[in-house]
């Protein structure tokens, strides 16, 4: 994912709605937050502080921020009797690779 934005959201005085927001969080995960960030924050520049989609993209802005640093925590966590998970560190040897 880069950070180019989509040609027709892109089009001089096209109007910048909460739906186009909507659309570029939908799908965010922690690799890509601080992407989808700056994406954001460059679609609602020139909007005024009271338009509906510049308020939902600095919500948005705050929390890919959060997302982007933090990541996320999914489950929850090891039950009694589980153990942990091997570490994928790299002095231990992958399977079917020598050398």
Do not use: K, W, Y
């Not at 739906?19 to 960030?37: N, V, Y």
């Not at 705050?62 to 990541?71: C, D, I």
């Amino acid at each position: 994912m880069s950070e180019a934005e989509h040609p027709d959201r892109a089009r001089p005085r096209r109007e910048v709605t909460v739906e186009d927001i909507r659309q570029l969080c939908g799908a965010s995960t922690p690799h890509f937050a601080l992407q989808l960030r700056n994406r954001i924050r460059t679609l609602i520049a020139g909007l005024p502080e009271d338009d509906p989609a510049r308020r939902l993209g600095e919500v948005e802005i705050a929390r890919l921020e959060r997302l982007g640093v933090t990541g996320e925590i999914r489950g929850e966590g090891f039950q009694d009797g589980q153990r942990a998970m091997p570490s994928l560190g790299a002095d231990e040897p992958t399977p079917g690779v020598s050398g």
